[in-house]
């Protein structure tokens, strides 16, 4: 088998036996404080999965992205309550920008500057169970923790807007993204 289906092959089997439906809703209900995302998280890190697209020299696959898609077609396929495919771009990202990668689980977002100097994304998908997202807002990318973060419900309940003050905002690292 090549390279691209090892990897589908370890996120099957890895999600066909954990990510089972009770712990999905046990995810949905509890979030980051859900011991369940902890656990699900750890399974997933043992495999490698969210390290594959960084180069092999920073400990990944040096995988591309066209060859994850199987990864990612697992994760629907499983309702994987966690923002994975979203990591593993983070910390591609991060790793090129050479700002270290925080522990847990990375979500993107689009966020705005407040007149105050805080920072506030309406939508973050999976935002109710990363550990970090990583924002861009205007023309500047940071990486900022959801321990914290103001956050509201939005319709699904992974998802959640975020804000975050003026402090948070300049002491969160400013990443240098090659768009």
Excluded: K, Y
Excluded at 142 to 170: F, I, K, N, Y
């Amino acid at each position: 088998t090549n390279h691209n289906d090892m990897f589908a092959d370890a996120a099957r089997d890895v999600l066909a036996d954990q990510c089972t439906p009770q712990l999905v809703r046990a995810i949905e209900e509890g979030g980051r404080t859900a011991e369940a995302t902890t656990d699900l998280w750890e399974q997933l890190e043992a495999t490698g999965l969210a390290d594959a697209l960084l180069s092999e020299d920073a400990g990944g696959a040096g995988l591309g992205l066209g060859q994850v898609f199987g990864v990612l077609e697992q994760c629907g396929a499983h309702a994987l309550p966690l923002p994975l495919g979203e990591t593993m771009v983070a910390r591609a990202l991060l790793a090129q920008a050479g700002v270290a990668r925080p522990a847990g689980s990375i979500a993107l977002a689009r966020g705005e500057h407040l007149a105050n100097g805080g920072l506030r994304c309406a939508l973050v998908r999976s935002g109710q169970v990363a550990q970090s997202v990583l924002v861009q807002a205007g023309d500047e990318w940071r990486l900022l923790g959801t321990e914290g973060a103001q956050a509201s419900p939005q319709a699904l309940a992974l998802d959640a807007a975020l804000a975050w003050s003026a402090t948070q905002v300049q002491a969160a690292p400013v990443v240098a993204v090659d768009a």
